[in-house]
Every structure is written in structure tokens, then in C-alpha cells.
């Protein structure tokens, strides 16, 4: 059984910043990779970033140069570090395990102009 719960979404202006947390409880033979999605209102569900184990990191082209994705294998936590916000950012986050395809219920995340 695993168990992902994020924390750290808010409300910012656009420019700003926030930090996501994902705690991973649980087998973390289920975390080797550990992913970030977002859902807006209305739309798909869209990948946002991903870092494995050894701390690859691989990120989606809208935000790209401006989240960065880190993790503490000690802590079983993933953090996603957004800055330069937009309102097009305004979304669910969500956090993901990988390979036991695990999802956290998310946190808001919403970005005013």
C-alpha cells in the first residue's frame, strides 16, 4: 500500500512563486519515479515533470527553465519548485509514483494576473 499527499499549493500573483511537497508513505520500491501533473478546469490532465531515483529530471515545455523537480530519498518526498508563475499555471497538481501508479489527491495551485 502507498500513499501520496501533496501540500504547498496557494494562491499567488502572476511572477510569484510556490513550493509543491509530495510525502510518499508506504513501499518506496513504488517511488523509483516520482511525477508531477497538473489538471486545469475543463481540460486533460498534462504531465509537468519527473525524477527518478538517481535524480534524472525530465520536465514539460511550458515549464521548462522555470520548475525545477527535486527530491529527498531519505524523507520519501518530492518537492516542485515553480517560479515565474503564470495564470496559465492555475491548476490541480498532482503527484504520481512510479512503477506502482499511485496518485495523490493534489493541491491548487491558482496564479492571478
Known amino acids: 500500500q502507498v500513499q501520496l499527499v501533496e501540500s504547498g499549493g496557494g494562491s499567488v500573483q502572476a511572477g510569484g512563486s510556490l513550493r509543491l511537497s509530495c510525502v510518499v508513505f508506504?513501499?518506496?520500491?513504488?517511488?523509483?519515479?516520482l511525477n508531477w501533473y497538473r489538471q486545469a478546469l475543463g481540460q486533460e490532465r498534462e504531465f509537468v515533470s519527473s525524477i527518478d531515483s538517481s535524480g534524472r529530471t525530465s520536465y514539460a515545455d511550458s515549464v521548462k527553465g522555470r520548475f525545477t523537480t527535486s527530491r529527498d530519498n531519505a524523507k520519501n518526498t518530492v518537492l516542485l519548485q515553480m517560479n515565474s508563475l503564470k495564470p496559465d499555471d492555475t491548476a490541480m497538481y498532482y503527484c504520481?509514483?512510479?512503477?506502482?501508479?499511485?496518485w495523490g489527491r493534489g493541491t491548487q495551485v491558482t496564479v492571478s494576473s
Open positions: 504520481k509514483s512510479l512503477p506502482c501508479n499511485t
Open positions: 508506504g513501499y518506496t520500491s513504488c517511488s523509483r519515479v
